[in-house]
């Protein structure tokens, strides 16, 4: 992994982690959680690191689902909350804690003391690196988790779509704006393959987020195929970098996790 130091010469601001990374997107569905999911494992699995994964995303937490955990945390001595584990991860959620129907219609103080809880009020133990996933867009929740937490950098995720590309803008402005540094975009959802006869389609477009990290001066660092595959696996919480650790999608997002 890179060397923070330059950037974030006081490390991340929770005792124990060594450097925290933003998983964020200016939209929802392009495939933030699915990217911070895959990220996380890869960091682990190839890189060897010691890796948590919070689910910062307050309205719509799908870290439970996609790393296959569920149920209430448990509380240790100094009333702080153990994390879950699975595929070499420590995992926390606002998915734990609430009702999984239950509507959150929480306000900006609500959400800010929930993410606080959900970040130093964690045993997280010794990590290397914390991966947040983020809330989609630019709000209050996002610009007070990027400067409370002290992230040592930002990724950023986009289809290839303007309209998803117009708002990835907006998010690495912000990053940008709070002094985060922005360790580069991945473009999801790049192209469909065809299983049957394996011709490729560009469904969102084509070249969009290589041009954008471009013109916005950032590291374009791979690109994930629209695959069902990647999409079952999420929904069964058998992340493709588990199911399929030699497909083409989990090869790329190793490639991210190296170059991260
Ligand atoms: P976000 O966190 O940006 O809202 P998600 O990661 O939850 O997006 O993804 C939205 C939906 O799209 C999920 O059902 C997920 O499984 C699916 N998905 C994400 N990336 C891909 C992909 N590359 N191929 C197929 N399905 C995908």
Same mark, same amino acid.
């Given at each position: 992994?890179? @060397?923070? &130091?330059?950037?974030?010469?006081?490390?991340?601001?929770?005792?124990?982690?060594?450097?925290?990374?933003? /998983?964020?997107?200016?939209?929802?569905? /392009?495939?933030? &959680?699915?990217?911070?999911?895959?990220?996380?494992?890869?960091?682990?699995?190839?890189?060897? !690191?010691?890796? #948590?994964?919070? @689910?910062?995303?307050?309205?719509?937490?799908?870290?439970?689902?996609?790393?296959?955990?569920?149920?209430?945390?448990?509380?240790?001595?100094?009333?702080?909350?153990?994390?879950?584990?699975?595929?070499? /991860?420590?995992?926390?959620?606002?998915?734990?804690?609430?009702?999984?129907?239950?509507?959150?219609?929480?306000?900006?103080? %609500?959400?800010?003391?929930?993410?606080?809880? !959900?970040?130093?009020?964690?045993?997280? #133990? *010794?990590?290397?690196?914390?991966?947040?996933? %983020?809330?989609?867009?630019?709000? @209050?929740?996002?610009? &007070? /988790?990027?400067?409370?937490?002290?992230?040592?950098?930002?990724?950023?995720?986009?289809?290839?779509?303007?309209?998803?590309?117009?708002?990835?803008?907006?998010?690495? *402005? %912000?990053?940008?704006?709070?002094?985060?540094?922005?360790?580069?975009?991945?473009?999801?959802? &790049?192209?469909?393959?065809?299983?049957?006869?394996?011709?490729?389609?560009?469904?969102?477009?084509? #070249?969009?987020?290589?041009?954008?990290?471009?013109?916005?001066?950032?590291?374009?660092?791979?690109?994930?195929? !629209?695959?069902? @595959?990647?999409?079952?696996?999420?929904?069964?919480? *058998?992340?493709?970098?588990?199911?399929?650790?030699?497909?083409?999608?989990?090869?790329?997002?190793?490639?991210?996790?190296?170059?991260?």
């Amino acid at each position: 992994t890179r @060397d923070f &130091s330059s950037v974030a010469p006081k490390g991340s601001s929770i005792d124990g982690i060594r450097d925290i990374i933003a /998983v964020a997107s200016g939209k929802g569905g /392009v495939g933030k &959680s699915t990217t911070a999911v895959n990220l996380a494992i890869a960091l682990a699995k190839t890189c060897q !690191l010691k890796v #948590g994964l919070l @689910d910062a995303d307050i309205y719509g937490p799908s870290i439970p689902t996609m790393m296959k955990l569920h149920g209430k945390p448990e509380v240790s001595e100094d009333l702080k909350m153990v994390p879950f584990e699975n595929h070499g /991860v420590r995992c926390m959620s606002i998915g734990f804690l609430v009702d999984k129907d239950a509507p959150i219609v929480w306000r900006g103080p %609500m959400v800010m003391s929930a993410l606080e809880k !959900l970040t130093r009020g964690v045993t997280w #133990g *010794n990590l290397d690196v914390l991966v947040v996933d %983020m809330p989609p867009g630019t709000g @209050d929740a996002q610009l &007070s /988790v990027s400067q409370r937490l002290q992230l040592s950098g930002a990724l950023i995720v986009s289809t290839p779509q303007d309209i998803a590309l117009i708002d990835a803008r907006r998010g690495a *402005n %912000m990053f940008r704006k709070v002094e985060v540094p922005i360790l580069g975009i991945i473009e999801n959802m &790049s192209c469909f393959k065809c299983p049957h006869c394996g011709e490729k389609s560009y469904i969102f477009g084509r #070249g969009g987020a290589h041009q954008t990290a471009e013109e916005m001066d950032m590291e374009f660092l791979g690109e994930i195929p !629209l695959e069902q @595959d990647i999409r079952t696996g999420s929904d069964e919480g *058998n992340p493709i970098t588990i199911s399929a650790p030699h497909s083409e999608a989990a090869k790329a997002y190793t490639e991210v996790a190296k170059k991260v």
